[in-house]
């Protein structure tokens, strides 16, 4: 059974950082490109990053040169730095695994995902 873990989330200030983490379990995680998605109240779920099996990474505009994406293979982790926070960055963001080596997956072609870290950044 895949379980996708996300972490890291909580409250922080305009201008800060924080760091997510998700963990996979019963997956190929070597062979998987991982994603983090947002969803902020009202709004429709959004891509924030995504690595490729091969390391290629791809981010929103929005957050473009703020936040960054990782990945360890050996400790089948995602990770994603978040810099110079805004409060518009307020949102739940998941963790979504899928197989295969495509560097720009749609949305609904991930079958995994995490069940989401709240980030909330006050003004």
């Known amino acids: 059974q895949v379980q996708l873990v996300e972490s890291g989330g909580g409250l922080v200030q305009a201008g800060g950082s924080l760091r997510l983490s998700c963990a996979g379990s019963?997956?190929?995680?070597?062979?998987?490109?991982m994603g983090w998605y947002r969803q902020a109240p009202g709004k429709q779920r959004e891509l924030v990053a995504f690595?490729?099996?091969?390391?290629?990474?791809l981010y929103a505009d929005s957050v473009k040169d703020r936040f960054t994406i990782f990945r360890n293979n050996a400790q089948k982790t995602v990770s994603l730095r978040l810099n110079s926070l805004k409060p518009e960055a307020t949102a739940v963001y998941y963790c979504?695994?899928?197989?295969?080596?495509?560097?720009?997956?749609?949305?609904?072609?991930?079958?995994?995902w995490g069940q989401g870290t709240q980030v909330t950044v006050s003004s």
């Open positions: 690595i490729s099996v091969g390391g290629f990474t």
């Open positions: 019963g997956i190929i995680f070597s062979s998987t490109g």
């Open positions: 979504a695994a899928r197989y295969g080596s495509t560097r720009y997956p749609e949305l609904t072609d991930y079958p995994y």
